[in-house]
């Protein structure tokens, strides 16, 4: 069973920046596209950034020039150092991968940005 792990989240001063990790297990696939999305309060789930294989990386733009999505050496992970940080940027953040028609989700981090 492919599972997706996030770490990371956490309460944040704006300004600040925060780190997510990611990382799945039970796969013996490399996923096509890893990202993460995020659902504020009220609101739809949105994408906040996306990394493919093959391919660009894809940004909301409002987070743009703020936040940097990464994969990382080992198998199915990726990052998404988050800088600059608004108080519009609170939000559970979910892990997703993506293999052929498939996604995977892991069970969301939250970040909240307040003073």
């Known amino acids: 069973q492919v599972q997706l792990v996030e770490s990371g989240g956490g309460l944040v001063q704006p300004g600040d920046s925060l780190r997510l990790s990611c990382a799945a297990s039970g796969s013996g696939f490399s996923f096509d596209v890893m990202g993460w999305y995020r659902q504020a309060p009220g609101k739809q789930r949105e994408l906040v950034a996306s990394f493919p294989l093959r391919g660009s990386t894809v940004y909301a733009e409002s987070v743009k020039g703020r936040f940097t999505i990464s994969r990382g050496n080992a198998k199915n992970t990726v990052y998404l150092q988050m800088s600059s940080l608004k108080p519009e940027d609170t939000a559970v953040y979910y892990c997703?991968?993506?293999?052929?028609?498939?996604?995977?989700w892991g069970q969301g981090t939250q970040v909240t940005v307040s003073s």
């Open positions: 997703y991968g993506r293999f052929a028609i498939q996604n995977y």
